[in-house]
C-alpha cells in the first residue's frame, strides 16, 4: 500500500516560516512526480508548488519567492519551505504523487498524503 507520509505544518505568525514534508517509497520517489497542493476553507484545492516530469518547478503566482520545493534524496521525501508566510496561507496542504513519464498508464495516476494544517495568524 502506497503511503504519503507527511510531516510540518502548525502554526505561524505572519512572516514566519513553516516546513513541510513527505516522504514516500523509493519507487514512488523515482518514478512519480511530487508536490504540494493547497486548500482553503471555502476555496478551490490549488497547486502550490509542484516538479514536473522534466523535473523543473511550478509554483504559485503567489508564493513565487517565498516558498521552494525540495527534494531529499536520502530520505525519499520532497520538502517544501515556507517563508514569509502570510495570512492566506493558511490551507491544508496536502502531498500528492503523480504518475511520472516513464511509467505505463497501467500504473496508477496519482496517490495523495491525508493532509496537514497551516495555519497563519498573530
Known amino acids: 500500500q502506497v503511503q504519503l507520509v507527511e510531516s510540518g505544518g502548525g502554526s505561524a505568525q505572519p512572516g514566519g516560516s513553516l516546513r513541510l514534508s513527505c516522504a514516500v517509497s523509493a519507487f514512488i520517489f523515482k518514478t512519480y512526480v511530487m508536490g504540494w497542493y493547497r486548500q482553503a476553507p471555502g476555496k478551490e484545492r490549488e497547486l502550490v508548488a509542484g516538479?514536473?516530469?522534466?523535473?523543473?518547478?511550478n509554483y504559485a503566482d503567489s508564493v513565487k519567492g517565498r516558498f521552494t520545493i525540495s527534494t531529499d534524496n536520502a530520505k525519499n521525501s520532497v520538502s517544501l519551505q515556507m517563508n514569509s508566510l502570510k495570512p492566506e496561507d493558511t490551507a491544508f496542504y496536502y502531498c500528492?504523487?503523480?504518475?511520472?513519464?516513464?511509467?505505463?498508464?497501467?500504473?496508477?495516476?496519482?496517490?495523495w498524503g491525508q493532509g496537514t494544517q497551516v495555519t497563519v495568524s498573530s
Open positions: 500528492y504523487a503523480k504518475r511520472g513519464p516513464l511509467l505505463p498508464t497501467t500504473e496508477r495516476y496519482d496517490y
Open positions: 516538479f514536473t516530469g522534466s523535473g523543473t518547478t
